[in-house]
């Protein structure tokens, strides 16, 4: 069945450093692929998305992009703040549910 | 987006009691989920909840343990039954909007 694998954590970086969060997916069709950030004590928030090959989700300075060859969904940013700790959740869904297949999940740290 | 909110936002419970959760959003939908994340873990999918039909359950959730109402088009609630200290997690709903699920910011339960 379909799967979503994240490096683990936690991950743990200076300010102003350049974040990258790997994460590769299984999957038998074309799923859409999504970040999902949880600061702590708060719920989850969409992060980006893409929905086919190549494309490229952005925001906040976040950009990962849907990379079909490589089954690879890479999360980066250029320069990471202190506000950006949270908990990184990358996540699949490819049925007309719109079910998500989700990451164990990958615990940031940027310390000042 | 759709725009979730929940009730209540945390509660301590003894054990053997009940507590439901409420989940609004601000636009009519017809699929709405409920997660339970336990701590420092990834989200796992309780149920299903569609409007005008009864809501369909992942393995390992029964009905009688987590009774789940759909009433209207913006509006579920979310039943633990006969609590344990195991029901102690973060429980969210969510919202398929465009494609996407959005999601509340949760309910902290802990069960003593």
């Known amino acids: 069945g379909d799967s979503v694998t994240q490096m683990e954590g936690p991950v743990t970086l200076s300010e102003e450093a350049f974040l990258t969060i790997n994460c590769t997916y299984t999957a038998t069709g074309y799923p859409s692929l999504f970040w999902y950030v949880q600061y702590p004590g708060e719920g989850l928030q969409l992060l980006l998305k893409a929905t086919k090959a190549d494309d490229k989700g952005s925001n906040k300075g976040f950009e990962a992009t849907y990379r079909k060859e490589t089954t690879s969904f890479h999360l980066e940013k250029g320069s990471v703040q202190v506000s950006d700790s949270a908990v990184y959740f990358c996540a699949l869904s490819e049925d007309s549910n719109y079910q998500l297949i989700w990451g164990a999940g990958t615990k940031l740290i940027i310390k000042p | 987006s759709a725009v979730i909110s929940q009730k209540p936002s945390r509660d301590i419970c003894q054990r053997g009691t009940s507590l439901t959760i409420q989940c609004q959003v601000d636009?009519?939908?017809?699929?709405m989920f409920w997660y339970r994340q336990q701590p420092g873990q990834s989200l796992t999918l309780i149920a299903t909840?569609?409007?005008?039909?009864?809501?369909?359950?992942e393995s390992g959730f029964v009905i009688d343990k987590f009774p789940i109402s759909r009433p209207n088009l913006t509006f579920s609630t979310l039943t633990v039954s006969n609590m344990s200290p195991e029901d102690s997690s973060i429980y969210l709903c969510?919202?398929?909007?465009?494609?996407?699920?959005?999601f509340g910011p949760g309910t902290r339960l802990l069960v003593l």
């Open positions: 969510s919202v398929e909007w465009e494609e996407t699920q959005y």
């Open positions: 909840a569609n409007q005008g039909s009864e809501a369909t359950y």
């Open positions: 636009s009519q939908v017809t699929m």
